[in-house]
């Protein structure tokens, strides 16, 4: 007798209505949009009683999906309510406990309850699509450079030269931790014997002078000498 109850039954899936994957708007979504779709459907009770109460956080969709990028789970999202097969009844928040709640979604091709348990009727939203292609919002940023101001070419530099010419990164050998010489280009900055002074000046502008001694006087010993 329990072989013949058990006969035919299948078991548990995912059921899609087939008006549903032959609506236009279904065929818009994104590959990633529809997976992510099937997943919520999932979660989704066979009497549609927690219908408007279906959540799945990023993470754990990003998860069922098979995804890494939580971006790309968030832009789903928005997808899915753009062409109107979700509806989001109840935002993210935090909780008393401190830990975050993840949004709450209706599921717009199945029938809903109310808080005093009223049927609602589906309303597939999604057959209403006015045939706006989703654009989301969030990839558009603003450019942080002023208008009319034109970035330079990479590579480039600020004055004369061309877009095609490279500066090197680098510097060149030999030129790190030296001091800056006081000789000619060509010259090698070594020290300078007081017997060579005299025949650098003609090539070395900034040759060392003999000092000079100045006798400074008290002035008023100045004073006395000139009362005497």
């Known amino acids: 007798m329990s072989r013949k109850k ?116 589906a309303t597939r939203d999604f057959d209403r699509w006015d045939g706006v292609p989703f654009d989301d919002p969030e990839k558009k940023t603003k450019s942080l450079t002023p208008k009319g101001d034109t970035p330079y070419p990479r590579g480039g530099h600020t004055d004369d030269l061309t877009s095609t010419q490279k500066r090197s990164s680098c510097t060149p050998k030999g030129d790190i931790d030296l001091v800056p010489s006081m000789s000619p280009k060509g010259k090698h900055n070594f020290y300078h014997s007081p017997s060579t002074f005299s025949s650098c000046s003609a090539l070395f502008p900034m040759c060392w002078a003999t000092p000079k001694l100045i006798e400074v006087l008290d002035p008023a010993q100045i004073d006395l000498e000139s009362d005497n």
């Open 6 to 121: 058990g006969k035919g039954r299948l078991p548990p899936f995912v059921p899609l209505i087939r008006t549903t994957l032959a609506s236009p708007a279904w065929k818009e979504l994104s590959f990633g949009a529809r997976s992510l779709y099937v997943v919520l459907r999932s979660y989704l009770r066979f009497d549609n009683l927690n219908n408007g109460k279906v959540f799945r956080s990023y993470r754990d969709a990003a998860n069922d999906v098979g995804t890494k990028s939580i971006r790309s789970v968030q832009r789903w999202y928005r997808e899915l309510a753009h062409y109107g097969f979700i509806v989001m009844t109840t935002g993210p928040c935090l909780g008393v406990d401190g830990e975050g709640i993840a949004p709450h979604w209706r599921i717009t091709e199945y029938p809903t309850f109310d808080a005093k348990g009223t049927y609602i009727a």
